[in-house]
């Protein structure tokens, strides 16, 4: 009987357990019930090591690297402990050993029950194991791992010794894969860690691989992997990569700590080759260069040329004579914008190839204006208005009546630094400063044709205005408040495009220049073999986070002093710029000029109309539009100077998250103070002053405070009256 219970621990089937652990029925009632009990302890060790046997037999035919390798493992496990204590065991019964065999004649049930006693646990949680491992179809690695780092967390020491290297030899496959994407940059066929596009998948990464390492494992195998594709002339140093594979090999993902620092040493190694190697200096100050000359409209002459292509463009295509091409594409536009680089500085550049325009909405067709037309202004809310991209929408349209959107075609090696959320930033900012470019170019139109009207007209007139009795002083009223508005309107852009070209974007672009050239004479000063050390804290290299992180905050300061993050203030520019064209729009209409011409009443007229009623009524048309402008450049003025009174550019808030959080400061964002904590800005209080300056341009001469404190002034005293 001994034999037999031997043979059955050893894997093998018998009579005394027909279906499971339990004992033939046959055999129970010639049993002493504590000798049942040994025996039905000892036939369900058996019986969790045959269903273990079993289930790794069929995981072992996965096309999972990972199960194979758990299933291997588990397997010599099984076999150098379990199997050889079977044998052991026998060859100590056959040896008359004094510790199971007693008076050398007859072996207890207790004694082999004691003997294998130390494997009901383990085999208890190991057939929970592989019953969980049959359940899923397919088991992504990073997944694999965490489920077995979380099982071998428990008080039983030898199921965790046992968990923890079926873990370890998972993480050994795994590790492997990322060597390869790491250092290599090569993508496993099975299993693989990232898609086509070098993004990790879900389940790849196990969860104790901090999201920091995900990005920089994301990032170098893409950066290798995009290096050996693109078959550049220079190619990582084999030195390199086997002091990468060194170092990979020496660490495991569940060891977060050391495991986080070779990552980072790695992207940081990797990082200095491709700025000395691939993506040199040169070519992100002309980047840079070319984003701020075409995006930020250093290069004026072309924007001038761009905004006049368009209205051209509109001219020919949207009006009724235009034919059967009677609408606005892409290429249109992309074609206009080529035709007005002839003759400019940016004729010859390269980097204009690399420039598109897009219509999200699709063509522009002239039969729904309308709908093409309308621009709706969202009320601003305290948790959605501080985001720029709701500013960016107020000025998408301004340029040629639908949404239009610049956008730059990112190549291989600049997208390394260039997300995608910075070119929607540069787009967002294109639309923002060409609207006032615009707006200001047909207000100095407007001002050009209102003097050649006067001129014309004083040929006849001498000093006066013209006109009859009736309408003389009316006429006198209305040309100075035509001439009153167009002043107002050409000072105020003015002042606000100087503001934004020169206190603004000029000051800032200079400053991320210098800043890009000391961080560079770090990297060239330091010697060669401290930028490739593991061990160099005297160096201090411009990796590529670093160089992101300095152009995000260089683009959040240029947003912040553009007065794009204060949406509330954004909501009021924006109907000034649409009455601005509405004014230009009407003078162009009256042919020129605010008022009629001299013969243009009398006796033509007929009904009962008197002399200067279309004095009159032009007279009102432009009385309305100046009142409205004065209501909306105060509202301006005052939302400026209570976004100052408020502190809003020196809010706390969480670096990851950039949320607003608190309501009163709603109209700004939260970005610029994340860069304050990690010491990529320390020049915040600049832009603040920035926005100082503006209001002291504006209010050079006292007109807004004067008629703010004259407007309190007399609300008190109402106040006092009632």
Known sequence: MIAEVLLVLAGHSSSLFPTDHTIHPSFAPLLHPGELQALEALGLIAFRYRKIKAALSRLSRSSSRSICALCATLNRILRDEYESLVVETEAKILSRDANLVASGSFVPLSSLRATFSEWDAPFAALASLVEELEAEKHWRPGLLIDMLLARSHTGVHRVAHILSRLAVAVQRVWRTQLTAFLVHGSISNVDPLVSENYTLLDGSVPSCVSAQSQESIAYVGRAIATVKAARWQKQLP???TIAHTDLL????????????????QIRTNVSEWLWLN????????????????????????????????????????????SGPTSMIRDQDLNLALLRASLGTSAQHDPALTHLRFSLPSGPLRPLLPSLANTTSIPPASPLTSSTSGQSFDLFASHLLGTQLKLTYNVTWPLDLFLHPGDLNAYA????????????????????TSLSNAQRV???????????????????????????????????FLDTLLGYLMTDVIDVEFRKLKELLVQKVSAVVDAPPDARLSAAAPTAKPLDFTTLRAIHTTYLDRVLTGCLLTNFTLMSILRPILDICERFVAQVERWGGDVLPPLLFEGSLKGGDEKVGAMVKERWLIVAEINETLQKALDSFFEQLATSISQQPFTTAADASKSVIMNASMANHTALNASRVGKGLDGGLGEVRRHVEHLLLRLDFNGGFSKRRESAGQTADILADLT
């Open 238 to 240: 084999q030195s390199l």
């Open 249 to 264: 090999e020496n660490v495991l993902p569940e060891d977060q700590h050391a495991f986080d620092l070779v990552i980072s």
């Open 278 to 321: 691939v993506l040199t200096q040169k070519d992100v100050e002309y980047a840079v260069e070319t984003l701020a000359n075409y995006f930020l409209l250093r290069n004026g002459e072309l924007s001038l040329a761009v905004i006049r292509e368009i209205e051209r463009l509109k001219l020919s295509r949207l009006t009724l004579r």
């Open 428 to 447: 967002g900012l294109f639309s923002y400063l060409s609207a006032l470019r615009k707006t200001h170019v047909r207000v100095h139109g407007c001002w």
């Open 457 to 491: 007209r004083r040929r006849w007139t001498g000093l006066g205005e013209g006109g009859t009795a009736e309408d003389l002083e009316l006429r006198s009223k209305s040309l100075r408040c035509g001439w009153g508005i167009v002043r107002d309107m050409e000072w």
